[in-house]
């Protein structure tokens, strides 16, 4: 567990709460992907998958030490990294629905990055704007990496969407489940709307249109529900995010402060 | 005096840096990738200041460079060191030097052809074959054994090559 003084500065401070939500829609989504590692479906993509995960896994860990950076300075308590990563249980996790819930097949996995992926990428482009200091700096490094992200996924959801009869079928599936997750990321929480709240409306426009646009592209019909769940910004979130961390969090609750 | 036995400090410690090589790609030195963005020597503390700035964000290779450095410094007798590591500006394969360039081809990887990060269409490029030369090659995986490189073959000697990505 974190320490109680620290864990209430998160709950109460907005621009960490901020910092802990994007680092945290990369690092449960940078471990979903991993968990892909030594099962892809041929080499070359099973590497591709461990690589951007990798890079996730890096904007993750920039995220968290500068959000660690803060507390330390605000509380006087030193805090790493690793303990926020590793400490929190799961009701302070702040990610999106969408980055837990299993990664499904090959084409669900590829869909979800795909949808996840975009919406990071026209919010690092406006983080890149609006952000100053470290934040600004770290939306720099990540839009780089995002870029190749989307165009990878993007291309693998053309390919399955206008594929065989097999995969059009199981793109659509993945769709049908994934569509409900979605507008939760473009709907910003309490703790976004300072610094993006009124580029939120441009962020979900651009959004639309690049879904819309591969969809398209990948002759797979647009969800026609509107629907959305939502929950995981604030900490509700499905079953699955629960065994997630007891898996991710294993090595630092049963040896804590374990260090390489 | 003082202000040029400071230069002279730090000119070989850039040629220390230069003996400093990337651990995924042994070829290529920390200088010929460019991730060195500055360099300061600082008399009053005998504090060896550096800036560097990481490729990739989850590149595990960062913290072995620097130890690699620490360990290259201390060598010559530059035992304070002080790393910082910076974001912004982001790290381009711009940077990296034309000898570095030179390096990788030779080593068997092909290096980045397109001078700006826009220009990301791996499809559209022309990458030559570091194995026999031909540009008739074809794209297998945007990303290689690494992050920074795509998986390319050549159609004609059908060598498998990985090419070094604009970034």
Redesign the interface.
């Known amino acids: 567990m974190l320490q109680q003084s620290t864990s209430k500065l998160i709950s109460e401070d907005q621009q960490i709460q901020y910092l802990l939500h994007l680092a945290d829609n990369a690092l449960i989504l940078s471990h979903r992907n991993s968990q892909w590692c030594g099962h892809g479906p041929i080499l ?2 099973d ?2 998958l461990t ?2 995960a ?6 993750a ?2 995220l968290y030490q500068y959000a660690a950076l803060l507390i330390t300075e605000k509380t006087g308590i030193p805090t790493t990294e690793d303990q926020l990563a590793y400490l929190r249980d799961v009701g302070e996790f702040k990610n999106c629905l969408i980055a837990e819930i299993p990664n499904g097949d090959w084409g669900q996995t590829v869909l979800r990055n795909f949808l996840m992926g975009s919406y990071q990428f026209f919010l690092y482009q406006e983080l890149q704007q609006i952000a100053t200091g ?1 934040l ?3 939306a ?3 839009i ?2 995002i ?2 992200h989307v ?2 996924s993007a ?1 693998w959801v053309v390919r399955l969407g206008d594929g065989t009869t097999e995969s059009h079928t199981r793109m659509e599936q993945a769709l049908e489940l994934l569509w409900s997750y979605t507008g939760e990321m473009l709907e910003p929480s309490d703790y976004e709307q300072e610094l993006i709240g009124t580029q939120s409306t441009y962020i979900k426009a651009a959004w639309e249109a690049k879904i819309a646009a591969v969809l398209a592209e990948a002759k797979l019909d647009h969800p026609k529900n509107d629907w959305m769940q939502s929950g995981g910004k604030k900490g509700i979130h499905t079953e699955h995010l629960g065994y997630l961390l007891a898996e991710m969090q294993f090595l630092q609750r049963a040896y804590p402060g374990l260090d390489w | 005096m003082e202000t040029t036995k400071v230069i002279d400090k730090e000119k070989s410690i850039w040629n220390i840096l230069e003996t400093v090589c990337d651990p995924e790609i042994p070829v290529l030195s920390i200088i010929d990738l460019g991730i060195i963005r500055a360099v300061a020597f600082n008399e009053a503390t005998n504090m060896v200041e550096l800036t560097i700035t ?1 490729t ?5 290779a960062i913290d072995m460079i620097g130890a690699q450095i620490r360990m290259a410094l201390a060598e010559a007798g530059f035992h304070q060191v002080k790393i910082q590591q ?6 381009t394969t711009d940077w990296m030097t034309e000898s570095g360039k030179q390096k990788l081809l030779a080593y068997g990887i092909a290096p980045p052809v397109a001078s700006n ?1 826009n220009q ?1 269409y791996l499809e559209d490029l022309e990458i030559a074959c570091p194995n026999c030369g031909a540009t008739n090659t074809k794209l ?8 920074c490189k795509a ?1 390319f073959q050549c159609k004609d000697c059908l060598e498998p090559f990985d090419y070094f ?1 604009c ?1």
Do not use: M
Not at chain 1, 54 to 59: E, V
Not at chain 2, 86 to 91: D, E, G
């Open positions: 070359e993509q590497i591709a690589n951007i990798l890079d996730q896994l890096g904007q860990r920039n470290q600004k700096s770290i720099d490094k990540s780089k990496e870029t190749y165009r990878w291309d | 990481p990739y964000t989850g590149c595990p910076i974001l912004s500006p982001a790290w990060f990301v297998v995986s945007e990303f290689g054994s690494t992050a998986l990505k970034h």
